[in-house]
Nanobody
Framework: QVQLVESGGGLVQAGGSLRLSCAASGRFFSIYNMGWFRHTPGKEREFVAAITWGGSRTYYGDSVKGRFTISRDNAKNTVHLQMNSLKPEDTAVYYC????????????????????WGQGTQVTVSS
């Protein structure tokens, strides 16, 4: 069983930065791709970013490209999301998730490909 705990959310002004972290339990973190999604009430859960198990490939949603950076530290079982140049439309609950299959060479961008989810962390960007 995998447990994920997100942290680092909060209130920030537009143009500011936040760094989200996701701590994972379990011995096999390093063989699974990881993803970040976000959810706003009334909208579908949106893909934000993903990283392959070795950290060599990263993927971003169109709305965050050039502003957000995903990274991981397999020695510490953590994945991070550095968010810069934040906009009010980035306001959402952010979730990290574990891919359902190990050793995938390409990270998935759809929520159905992820098995385990954290409880989420709220990010609010004021204008």
């Amino acid at each position: 069983q995998v447990q994920l705990v997100e942290s680092g959310g909060g209130l920030v002004q537009a143009g500011g930065s936040l760094r989200l972290s996701c701590a994972a339990s379990g011995r096999f973190f390093s063989i699974y791709n990881m993803g970040w999604f976000r959810h706003t009430p009334g909208k579908e859960r949106e893909f934000v970013a993903a990283i392959t198990w070795g950290g060599s490939r990263t993927y971003y949603g169109d709305s965050v490209k050039g502003r957000f950076t995903i990274s991981r530290d397999n020695a510490k079982n953590t994945v991070h999301l550095q968010m810069n140049s934040l906009k009010p439309e980035d306001t959402a609950v952010y979730y990290c998730a574990v891919d359902r299959s190990p050793y995938r060479g390409v990270a998935a961008t759809t929520r159905s490909e992820y098995d385990y989810w954290g409880q989420g962390t709220q990010v609010t960007v004021s204008s």
